[in-house]
């Protein structure tokens, strides 16, 4: 039985092991099991000894028998099958005796004895026997040989048979013969099947004598040439997969097939024609049984669609139908892109390219001519011009090409032709930037630069221009006298016509006229400014003065022809809106202000602060107090303004009756600022404009019935918020 072992608990006194009593009963059961196995079940018998050496016992040990009769026996008598088996390498010191003395292996002198008749001697390599026989018949004995044995091999004299007792030749062979070398000096007759079998130990050959055939297996060949190692020059077998068959020529020449017929033919079966090589004519080449390809004296026919990845081609190529491409010309077969024409498809359109680089392509609806190399050119060379007509319409020009023009056409209409002095431009021309070196007219409209740093353009324009530089001058007569003058810019008709007129020896710079007849009068003046009809058109020689409007400078009581350092804002028909004289004084709706800032007006409304020394009139919009509001966090309205020497928490505000304050809440957007009737009470909207406004200007005017207490405070924060005392107190 199993070893029981005792359980002895946790820990000590848990009272979950085994009781004294349980455990020493286990424990007398163990012994038992011991002296049962080793002794007689009360005493144990001393059988095995344990030295240096080993376990050892000089009684006899049986294993599989209980009566061992020798030092070792395995196996009981008369067991079957395998008594002892050792994997691996076993050692006999001594002699080995296999059966009753039958078979003796002796390891001392390395002899092995079968009975009395058969010895092999593994030092002298010698068998001796009474008798050898081979095929039931003697072939030695009693010292009597009937072969002999020399250097070349055994042999005899006599005539010998396998398979008969009656042998007719040197060799006679009845029956299935099996060789693996047959050499044969002379002729050999053989009757009936031969299988031939190799190093597989299958028939790899048969000749069948039924079917007259010499029969090869599967991947069995047909060898010829010289066997060198290399297998030979020319093999014939079918593959061992059993699908194909092969004629495969591996020696160093070609492989020939020689015919003194009239055709050699490659059949399906033996009616459908694949191929087809007439002697001293054509070769023909079939699909499916019928002709597609055949050579003659001229070339070849192809008879069907042609699909090719290159075609070698020298002399001429007819081709009817159509071609599948792509197709490349190349010269000479050269693989050089730049040396070939090419027609192909790459699969969004289909393209003939030229050189590698040059391509001719349709995408729908467009008909494309491109140049991808780099720094490269199309060009197109006829002895005559070249024109380009729309197509369908005969001879609807849309551009030609002569010997000594260019012209671009409009349906069929010239508008544009280059010329030996420049190009002409028939119709109306659209640009966003014309550059012109020299004198362009267009339709009399004349355009000069940039010879010069000047810009003119219009009919007449500066007409007297002498040494002038970087002016602008845009319409009819405009800076039309201008004589060395420079930086200045007129744009409009008569524009600083007469600038600098009958003045050479003066430069008169940097006037802007922008309007019909601005600044027309003018003649020696500088920096003036005048913009609008008419602008300034009675000065004469003012200097930087800035008129705006239609004011000619001299209208409405306010003459400043020669005067100079004059601001007017002039309406469109002329009237003053504002006039700011040399001296610095703004007039608003007078032209003679005496102060910084005088007007005529009687209601002035100014947004934002006013500082002045005095106000006259109504201030009683004008707010007393203004106070820009932030957030200390959610506990308290900061404030900064007037009353204040430092921005305070929550103050208390002392406001008068019948005055107007403004807060500015800058408190983040979270925090409207609502006057109350009481702490958390209604909201009093009397006089308050914009009232719990997040942000902007929460605008106070407090009545005179105000009550003396009012409250602020955060609509969205209670804790934010103070009294409003109002003062007189009233009630």
Known sequence: MSRVAINTGSVGNDGTGDSLRTAGGIINDNFAEIYSQFGDGTNLTPTWDKTAAGVNTTSNVGIGTTNPRFALEVGSVGSSGTSLFVNGNARVTGILTVGSSSIILDGNTNKILVGSGISFDGNTGVISATAFYAGGSIVSAGGESYWDQTEVGIHTLSNVGIGTTNPTSALTVKGNTSLETLSVSGVSTFSGDIKFSGTYGDNGALWDESEGALIFKDGREIRFGDYDGSGGDLRIYHDAGGSHSYIQDTGTGNLRIISNGDTIELLKGTSETMAKFNT??????????????????????????????????????????????????????????????EINNDGSYAFLNVGGSSSFYFDSPNTNIRNTFSGGRIRMDSPSGIDFEQYGLGGAYRARFDDNSVSLYSSNSKKFETLGTGVTVTGTTFTNQLSVSGVSTINGITVKGPGSTNVYIGQSVANSDLGGQQNT?????????????????????????????????TSFQRNTAVGTGAGQQLTYANNNTFIGDFCGSLITTGSSNTIIGKYSGNQNNLDIRTSSNNVVLSDGDGNIRLYANSSGNIGIGTTNPTADVTTSNT?????????????????????????????????????????????????????????????????????????????????????????????????????????????????????????????????
């Not at 203004?626 to 305070?648: C, E, H, K, V």
């Open 280 to 341: 001293d004519e054509s070769v023909e080449l079939y699909y499916d049984n019928s002709k597609k390809f055949e050579t003659l004296g001229a070339g070849v026919t192809v008879t069907g669609t042609t699909f090719t990845n290159q075609l070698n081609v020298s002399g001429i190529s007819t081709f009817s139908g159509r071609i599948v491409g792509p197709v490349r010309f190349s010269k000479d077969g050269s693989a050089d892109a730049s040396q070939n024409v």
């Open 473 to 505: 001058a845009v319409g009819y007569y405009a800076l039309n006298n201008a004589i060395n003058c420079n930086f200045n810019t007129a744009v409009g008709t008569q524009a600083l016509s007469n600038l600098g007129i009958n003045n050479p020896s």
């Open 603 to 731: 209601n002035v409304l100014a947004v934002g602060i006013v500082t002045a020394n005095t106000f006259y009139g109504d201030v009683s919009n004008a707010a007393v107090g203004r106070w820009i509001l932030g957030a200390n966090g959610t506990s308290d309205y900061t404030f900064t303004g007037i009353g204040f020497t430092q921005t305070t928490n929550d103050p208390v505000l002392y406001l008068a009756r019948g005055m107007v304050y403004e807060f500015v809440n800058n408190s983040g957007g979270a925090h409207p600022f609502e006057i109350r009737v009481s702490n958390g009470g209604a909201a009093y909207s009397d006089g308050v404009t914009n009232n719990a406004a997040a942000t902007g200007v929460i605008r106070f005017e407090i009545p005179f019935n105000a009550p003396n207490t009012l409250y602020y405070q955060c609509t969205a924060h209670s804790g934010m918020g103070n009294t409003i005392s109002v003062y007189p107190n009233t009630i």
